[in-house]
C-alpha cells in the first residue's frame, strides 16, 4: 500500500523504520490521552494466541466473509499494540495499523512475524493514504477518546472503498442497563477523572489495585453463577460479567484503559447508528453481544 504523501520522519524499532506522519497540523486528539495510551501499551505489549482469538471473535461477530476475506486491503485505526491486526492478519491480503501514540513500537514488535501487516505513526487527522483505498477498515475503542468523534469517524470512513464496510467500536452510554448498572458507572468515573491525573507509576499500580479489588470480585461471581447454570444468563446480569472468560492479564489491561485514560466519551446505540450513517455508511448491523457498542456498515 503507497502512501498519497512523504513521512515526516521515521522512528526506528529492533532496525526496522516505522514512518511518522504525525505533526502539529493534527489537532483532533488529546495529548494526555494519546501520552496516557502509549504508557498503557508499553506495559501491555503482549498477549497469548488464545487472549486475541477471545476477543477478536466477539469483536469481529458481526463481520461475514464477504466483508472481509483473503482479497481484503485492511487499515486498523488507532491500532494500539497491534493485536486486532494480529487477529486479521492470517484471513486478509494486508493490514496497515496506524496509531498516533509510542503504541507504534508495541504494535511492530508484537507483529514482527507477521509478512502482511505494516504499522504506521499517524493519527485520524493524517491517515497517509488516499480516500476509498481500503476494502475493509476498523477502529475498536478509540474514537471516544477522541475530542470530535464525528469528525475523526467521517475521516476514517473516507478511507474505505465504495463497496466496503467499516467495523466501529464505541464505549456505550449504559442504555440497555439499569439503575444499579449506572450508579457504579458514576462512582467509578469520579474514581477515573481523579487516577488518570495520577503521575505514569502511581495510575499504573492504582488500576492494578482496581483490577484485583473491583473487577476480580465481580468476575468470579460471575464465574461461579455460571458454572452453577452454564447455559443460563444469569452471570450477565451481575456487573463486569464481560470478563468471565477474560484472563488476568486483559482485566488488568482494560482496568487501565477505563481508569488511566483522561478523555472518555459514551453513546447510545442510537447515537452510533446516527454517526455511522452521517460518515456515509448503510445497512449497519449493531451486534447484540457484547462489548457495547460495536457494529460494521457498508460504505455508499
Given at each position: 500500500?503507497?502512501?498519497?504523501?512523504?513521512?515526516?520522519?521515521?522512528?526506528?524499532?529492533?532496525?526496522?523504520?516505522?514512518?511518522?506522519?504525525?505533526?502539529?497540523?493534527?489537532?483532533?486528539?488529546?495529548?494526555?490521552?494519546?501520552?496516557?495510551?502509549?504508557?498503557?501499551?508499553?506495559?501491555?505489549?503482549?498477549?497469548?494466541?488464545?487472549?486475541?482469538?477471545?476477543?477478536?471473535?466477539?469483536?469481529?461477530?458481526?463481520?461475514?466473509?464477504?466483508?472481509?476475506?483473503?482479497?481484503?486491503?485492511?487499515?486498523?485505526?488507532?491500532?494500539?499494540?497491534?493485536?486486532?491486526?494480529?487477529?486479521?492478519?492470517?484471513?486478509?491480503?494486508?493490514?496497515?495499523?496506524?496509531?498516533?501514540?509510542?503504541?507504534?513500537?508495541?504494535?511492530?514488535?508484537?507483529?514482527?512475524?507477521?509478512?502482511?501487516?505494516?504499522?504506521?505513526?499517524?493519527?485520524?487527522?493524517?491517515?497517509?493514504?488516499?480516500?476509498?483505498?481500503?476494502?475493509?477498515?476498523?477502529?475498536?475503542?478509540?474514537?471516544?477518546?477522541?475530542?470530535?468523534?464525528?469528525?475523526?469517524?467521517?475521516?476514517?470512513?473516507?478511507?474505505?472503498?465504495?463497496?466496503?464496510?467499516?467495523?466501529?467500536?464505541?464505549?456505550?452510554?449504559?442504555?440497555?442497563?439499569?439503575?444499579?448498572?449506572?450508579?457504579?458507572?458514576?462512582?467509578?468515573?469520579?474514581?477515573?477523572?481523579?487516577?488518570?491525573?495520577?503521575?505514569?507509576?502511581?495510575?499504573?499500580?492504582?488500576?492494578?489495585?482496581?483490577?484485583?479489588?473491583?473487577?476480580?470480585?465481580?468476575?468470579?461471581?460471575?464465574?461461579?453463577?455460571?458454572?452453577?447454570?452454564?447455559?443460563?444468563?444469569?452471570?450477565?446480569?451481575?456487573?463486569l460479567s464481560y470478563y468471565t472468560d477474560k484472563s488476568f492479564n486483559i482485566i488488568r489491561n482494560d482496568a487501565l484503559d477505563r481508569f488511566g485514560t483522561p478523555l472518555e466519551k459514551r453513546f447510545t446505540k442510537a447515537e452510533v447508528v446516527n454517526m455511522m450513517e452521517a460518515a456515509g455508511l448503510n445497512n449497519i448491523?449493531?451486534?447484540?453481544?457484547?462489548?457495547?457498542?460495536?457494529?460494521?456498515?457498508?460504505?455508499?
Amino acid at each position: 500500500m503507497e502512501y498519497n504523501g512523504h513521512p515526516i520522519q521515521y522512528l526506528e524499532v529492533n532496525g526496522h523504520k516505522i514512518a511518522s506522519f504525525v505533526s502539529d497540523a493534527d489537532t483532533n486528539f488529546d495529548a494526555d490521552t494519546v501520552k496516557s495510551f502509549g504508557e498503557e501499551w508499553k506495559k501491555f505489549d503482549r498477549f497469548s494466541a488464545e487472549e486475541i482469538t477471545n476477543a477478536g471473535d466477539q469483536y469481529f461477530d458481526v463481520v461475514t466473509n464477504e466483508m472481509m476475506n483473503e482479497h481484503s486491503t485492511v487499515l486498523d485505526v488507532g491500532c494500539g499494540t497491534g493485536r486486532w491486526s494480529k487477529y486479521v492478519a492470517s484471513r486478509v491480503k494486508f493490514v496497515e495499523g496506524i496509531d498516533p501514540s509510542e503504541a507504534v513500537y508495541s504494535a511492530a514488535q508484537l507483529n514482527s512475524d507477521v509478512p502482511n501487516f505494516r504499522v504506521t505513526h499517524a493519527g485520524v487527522d493524517s491517515i497517509p493514504f488516499a480516500d476509498g483505498s481500503f476494502d475493509f477498515v476498523f477502529c475498536l475503542g478509540v474514537l471516544h477518546h477522541i475530542p470530535d468523534t464525528k469528525a475523526a469517524l467521517e475521516k476514517a470512513v473516507k478511507k474505505v472503498k465504495p463497496g466496503g464496510h467499516f467495523l466501529l467500536y464505541l464505549y456505550y452510554k449504559l442504555d440497555n442497563r439499569g439503575p444499579f448498572f449506572k450508579f457504579l458507572f458514576s462512582i467509578s468515573t469520579l474514581f477515573r477523572k481523579i487516577i488518570s491525573s495520577f503521575p505514569s507509576g502511581l495510575k499504573k499500580f492504582s488500576c492494578d489495585v482496581i483490577a484485583i479489588t473491583v473487577y476480580m470480585p465481580f468476575v468470579l461471581l460471575a464465574r461461579l453463577v455460571k458454572g452453577i447454570n452454564p447455559k443460563g444468563k444469569a452471570h450477565t446480569k451481575i456487573p463486569l460479567s464481560y470478563y468471565t472468560d477474560k484472563s488476568f492479564n486483559i482485566i488488568r489491561n482494560d482496568a487501565l484503559d477505563r481508569f488511566g485514560t483522561p478523555l472518555e466519551k459514551r453513546f447510545t446505540k442510537a447515537e452510533v447508528v446516527n454517526m455511522m450513517e452521517a460518515a456515509g455508511l448503510n445497512n449497519i448491523t449493531v451486534s447484540s453481544g457484547e462489548p457495547y457498542w460495536h457494529a460494521v456498515g457498508k460504505k455508499d
